[in-house]
């Protein structure tokens, strides 16, 4: 197709585009194609107003009455329930706070003691996962006695065995994009005698999730990507419910103690998701990440699932109208079913550099070593003029790259 086309397809996809309303909520330059919320999400507009409130008069006139009056204590849960309806938790299994990363910690070391570790000694990993998770999952194999494997995602239901203590595995593969079998690897993995957890972190807030009618045990996500609760926002932990009473935390601080102001020498663990708090909740970006939620009220999962699929499809049309052909491969499954919300174009040597120009133009991606580019699609802010004009730049850059050479 032309151009001039696609520029018009584009134009009549944003026009028909239930959720086109919702970019308004955002603050963002029309001039620059923001096709990273896959690491970092765009500001909404309420953000800042709710955090001068916070500071201002929570923080600054009412003090240390504000755990109370303003709510502060019992945030990681409220926030946490919000969270839960985006990934199909009920209430009260969800808890904001803390990093990824010591999530990840609490849930694998309280998977395997769950177990009978005389037993099961092994700790399934997903071979291709972010790299926290693989060092975090090590760790904790270290210290509870276990071994760690590390397999193919799409291998962990044939792979559990009479060993398996816990698998942890990425919803959506972070390089490719790859959406994996999360109902499916749940119950083989159960029906294996093991448990799972899920890390959510590129697939809350960009497809439906089903935890709770999926029989997850544990779920972790950071909350700054597609849910937008900007740098460094606390993430969340899912303990299923029927698991909550026999959680056995690693991390067992004051915050998850059932009586914490009795400064009770002797640990008493909280009933419910509290169980997963540990140290004083991270006030300012928990309410910021709160605030970052009003955005979803109103938005069903189910037509942000289906925008981020036809967002991608259509810049996979334009990649390959606008770029030299052979130039770049999709490393992103064509098919629905096993796609994220994300598109990752193989370049080869120098994909950094064309990263780098793209973001020079206004478009603004990124580049995963040694040659992924990796384009994000956000549903509630990404038109499809975005989509059109991110690949006409991309097929720009390339062309300018291959005459320079000539």
Same mark, same amino acid.
């Given at each position: 197709?032309?151009?001039?086309?696609?520029?018009?397809?584009?134009?009549?996809?944003?026009?028909?585009?239930?959720?086109?309303?919702?970019?308004?909520?955002?603050?963002?330059?029309?001039?620059?194609?923001?096709?990273?919320?896959?690491?970092?999400?765009?500001?909404?507009?309420?953000?800042?107003?709710?955090? %001068?409130?916070?500071?201002?008069?929570?923080?600054?006139?009412?003090?240390?009455?504000?755990?109370?009056?303003?709510?502060?204590?019992?945030?990681?849960?409220?926030?946490?329930?919000?969270?839960?309806?985006?990934?199909?938790?009920?209430?009260?299994?969800?808890?904001?706070?803390?990093?990824?990363?010591?999530?990840?910690?609490?849930?694998?070391?309280?998977?395997?003691?769950?177990?009978?570790?005389?037993?099961?000694?092994?700790?399934?990993?997903?071979?291709?996962?972010? +790299?926290?998770?693989?060092?975090?999952?090590?760790?904790?194999?270290?210290?509870?006695?276990?071994?760690?494997?590390?397999?193919?995602?799409?291998?962990?239901?044939?792979?559990?065995? +009479?060993?398996?203590?816990?698998?942890?595995?990425?919803?959506?593969?972070?390089?490719?994009?790859?959406?994996?079998?999360? &109902?499916?690897?749940?119950?083989?993995?159960?029906?294996?005698?093991?448990?799972?957890?899920?890390?959510?972190?590129?697939?809350?807030?960009?497809? +439906?999730?089903?935890?709770?009618?999926?029989?997850?045990?544990?779920?972790?996500?950071?909350?700054?990507?597609?849910?937008?609760?900007?740098?460094?926002?606390?993430?969340?932990?899912?303990?299923?419910?029927?698991?909550?009473?026999?959680?056995?935390?690693?991390?067992?601080?004051?915050?998850?103690?059932?009586? +914490?102001?009795?400064?009770?020498?002797?640990?008493? &663990?909280?009933?419910?998701?509290?169980?997963?708090?540990?140290?004083?909740?991270?006030?300012?970006?928990?309410?910021?990440?709160?605030?970052?939620?009003?955005?979803?009220?109103?938005?069903?999962?189910?037509?942000?699932?289906?925008?981020?699929?036809?967002?991608?499809?259509?810049?996979?049309?334009?990649?390959?109208?606008?770029?030299?052909?052979?130039?770049?491969? %999709?490393?992103? &499954?064509?098919?629905?079913?096993?796609?994220?919300?994300?598109?990752?174009?193989?370049?080869?040597?120098?994909?950094?550099?064309?990263?780098?120009?793209?973001?020079?133009?206004?478009?603004?991606?990124?580049?995963?070593?040694?040659?992924?580019?990796?384009?994000?699609?956000?549903?509630?802010?990404?038109?499809?003029?975005?989509?059109?004009?991110?690949?006409?730049?991309?097929?720009?850059?390339?062309?300018?790259?291959?005459?320079?050479?000539?």
């Amino acid at each position: 197709m032309s151009e001039a086309a696609l520029a018009e397809e584009a134009a009549a996809l944003d026009a028909a585009d239930g959720l086109a309303a919702k970019r308004a909520e955002f603050d963002l330059d029309d001039e620059v194609v923001y096709l990273d919320g896959n690491s970092l999400g765009a500001l909404p507009r309420g953000v800042a107003g709710r955090l %001068s409130d916070v500071v201002g008069r929570e923080w600054g006139r009412l003090g240390i009455r504000s755990w109370e009056e303003s709510g502060w204590w019992t945030a990681p849960e409220r926030v946490g329930d919000r969270i839960g309806r985006l990934i199909g938790a009920a209430p009260g299994q969800v808890v904001a706070g803390d990093s990824t990363s010591v999530n990840v910690f609490k849930a694998v070391v309280a998977a395997v003691r769950l177990t009978d570790t005389g037993s099961r000694d092994e700790v399934l990993v997903d071979a291709a996962t972010f +790299p926290t998770d693989g060092y975090i999952a090590r760790s904790a194999a270290r210290m509870t006695g276990c071994r760690i494997r590390a397999v193919d995602a799409a291998d962990m239901a044939r792979e559990a065995g +009479p060993r398996t203590a816990v698998a942890l595995v990425n919803h959506v593969d972070y390089r490719t994009g790859r959406l994996h079998d999360l &109902p499916g690897t749940t119950a083989a993995l159960r029906a294996a005698g093991a448990h799972t957890v899920w890390d959510l972190c590129h697939s809350a807030g960009a497809l +439906p999730v089903r935890l709770d009618a999926d029989g997850a045990d544990f779920a972790v996500g950071c909350t700054y990507k597609y849910l937008n609760g900007g740098p460094g926002a606390p993430a969340f932990l899912y303990v299923r419910r029927a698991l909550q009473d026999r959680f056995d935390s690693p991390l067992p601080g004051w915050n998850s103690h059932a009586d +914490p102001f009795a400064m009770d020498p002797a640990y008493a &663990p909280a009933a419910g998701a509290v169980r997963g708090r540990v140290g004083t909740p991270e006030i300012l970006s928990l309410l910021a990440l709160d605030a970052a939620l009003d955005v979803w009220d109103g938005v069903g999962l189910a037509a942000v699932r289906a925008k981020s699929l036809a967002l991608t499809d259509f810049f996979l049309r334009c990649v390959e109208a606008y770029v030299p052909e052979g130039r770049v491969a %999709s490393v992103t &499954p064509e098919a629905h079913a096993e796609r994220g919300s994300q598109v990752s174009l193989r370049y080869g040597a120098g994909a950094g550099e064309v990263m780098a120009e793209l973001i020079r133009r206004g478009v603004v991606g990124d580049h995963r070593r040694p040659d992924v580019l990796r384009f994000g699609f956000t549903p509630l802010y990404t038109r499809f003029a975005d989509a059109e004009r991110a690949a006409r730049v991309l097929g720009e850059v390339i062309e300018a790259r291959e005459a320079a050479r000539r």
